[in-house]
Nanobody, 122 residues
Framework: HVQLVESGGGSVQAGGSLRLSCAAS????????MAWFRQAPGKEREGVAT???????SYTDSVKGRFTISKDNAKNTLYLQMNSLKSEDTAIYYC?????????????????WGQGTQVTVS
């Protein structure tokens, strides 16, 4: 039974960097799709990045060139390195898991979620 816990959020100035982590408890999930989503106040949750069981990666256009998703299967941990942060990146960031080797694009397909970590960019 997999549970996810995000960490690494905080408050940074525009142009700064943060690295988010998502640690799994329970069985290893390296064979599964993992994803980052975010939700800003007054806005719907949106997909940020995905990484499948083979390491294939996809990003939403607004973060390409600035964010990097990665995973360490041995540590059962997912990461999101965020550079050149902008005010519009301010949101609660969530990690999610889909228990297949490929990644859906819709948040509604993901059955397992972390509690979220706040990122504030000023």
């Amino acid at each position: 039974h997999v549970q996810l816990v995000e960490s690494g959020g905080g408050s940074v100035q525009a142009g700064g960097s943060l690295r988010l982590s998502c640690a799994a408890s329970g069985p290893p999930y390296g064979r599964h799709c993992m994803a980052w989503f975010r939700q800003a106040p007054g806005k719907e949750r949106e997909g940020v990045a995905t990484i499948d069981s083979n390491g294939s990666i996809s990003y939403t256009d607004s973060v390409k060139g600035r964010f990097t998703i990665s995973k360490d299967n041995a540590k059962n941990t997912l990461y999101l390195q965020m550079n050149s942060l902008k005010s519009e990146d301010t949101a609660i960031y969530y990690c999610a898991a889909y228990l297949r080797s490929w990644c859906p694009t819709s948040q509604y397909e993901y059955p397992i979620w972390g509690q979220g970590t706040q990122v504030t960019v000023s």
